[in-house]
């Protein structure tokens, strides 16, 4: 059995391991069920006063107090599931991107084995998760004040994009060592096909902060 603290301390040595030992995807999963849970505890946090912000909106704007309970109930719950989701959409996305970037490089592992390696690439999020819980926090103490417009709050926007900065730098990292054994690429490859979809996220993250 891999040792999973060396995901953090020696990652070449884990992939290398899961795949000689052809790991399965139960831990792969549970991985992505923990930041699947976590995430949506975060959201919890602010969920009723997001919702309460969009009815007072809603209300604002002349739409009738029926139709805005429904507001409230479809805002507060989506606020909760979507980043439970949402965890599992992006698993799938960047499994894909992986792929098929490797694919370029002429990656020779199968997809399933691809996925199971992603999904551990998720670590950061649960490692960081104390850092995203302040954050959630922040915004809901922000939100409670200023409504929808607390959501633009520049700091709240740069303390966000900061903590992803920090993930993705690390998931790079992880993404590397996936795809080198997943796809059976040298370092310099692997390091490649996994630095071209995080420049591009990077430059959509920073792009959006400074646009909005």
Not at 64 to 85: G, H
Request: proline content about 4%; overall charge neutral; charged content about 15%.
């Amino acid at each position: 059995m891999p040792n999973y603290l060396e995901l953090v301390h020696n990652p070449d040595k884990f992939f290398r391991d899961a795949k000689e030992e052809q790991i399965g995807f139960m831990a792969p999963f549970a991985i992505l069920l923990i930041v699947a849970i976590l995430s949506s505890f975060s959201a919890a946090l602010f969920a009723d006063l997001y919702a309460k912000a969009g009815v007072e909106l809603a209300v604002s704007k002349g739409v009738p107090p029926e139709r805005a309970e429904a507001i409230y109930a479809i805002t507060y719950y989506s606020t909760i599931i979507s980043p439970f989701a949402f965890v599992f959409i992006m698993w799938v996305i960047f499994s894909v991107i992986l792929y098929g970037i490797s694919a370029i490089f002429g990656g020779k592992g199968d997809f399933s084995t691809t996925l199971k390696f992603v999904a551990f690439c998720f670590i950061p999020s649960i490692v960081l998760f104390p850092m995203s819980l302040k954050i959630a926090m922040d915004t809901a103490a922000v939100i409670s004040v200023q409504g929808f417009e607390g959501l633009m709050d520049k700091s709240i926007k740069m303390a966000g994009a900061g903590l992803n900065t920090i993930s993705l730098g690390w998931q790079v990292v992880l993404w590397t060592f996936a795809i080198k054994h997943a796809r059976e690429l040298d370092f310099r490859k692997a390091l490649s096909t996994a630095a071209i979809p995080a420049v591009a996220y990077l430059i959509l993250t920073w792009y959006s902060l400074m646009l909005f």
